[in-house]
């Protein structure tokens, strides 16, 4: 089973710019497809985006689509989140999961498989 950290959360302004890391461990991470989720305080955990185990195909919520960028490092078993023009509604615990790839493929909302990591924090001032 793949274990997951996630990096990268802090403090910026509307309109910043901030990269999150997924770090994961154990050999079969590069098979899986991977997907960013967000909660933001009194709400549910949403999706954000995902890609599959190659990088090719990604899939990403309208509410970010254009701003955030998806991408993955296999040989070093991260996946990255390029976050760009982010604003106040983007503040929330961000958590990266393994997901299943054919949601991925298909455009629609990935069903979660296997355990979260612990998330990382970012916060957008006005």
């Known amino acids: 089973q793949v274990q997951l950290v996630e990096s990268g959360g802090g403090l910026v302004q509307a309109g910043g710019s901030l990269r999150l890391g997924c770090a994961a461990s154990?050999?079969?991470?590069?098979?899986?497809?991977m997907g960013w989720f967000r909660q933001a305080p009194g709400k549910e955990r949403e999706f954000v985006c995902a890609?599959?185990?190659?990088?090719?195909?990604?899939h990403y919520a309208g509410s970010v689509k254009g701003r955030f960028t998806v991408s993955r490092d296999n040989a070093q078993n991260t996946m990255y989140l390029e976050m760009t023009s982010v604003r106040p509604e983007d503040t929330a615990v961000y958590y990266c999961?393994?997901?299943?790839?054919?949601?991925?493929?298909?455009?629609?909302?990935?069903?979660?498989?296997?355990?979260w990591g612990q998330g990382t924090l970012v916060t957008v001032s006005p």
């Open positions: 154990g050999r079969t991470f590069s098979t899986y497809a």
């Open positions: 890609l599959t185990w190659s990088g090719d195909i990604t």
């Open positions: 999961a393994a997901v299943d790839a054919a949601s991925v493929v298909a455009g629609t909302t990935p069903n979660v498989l296997g355990a």
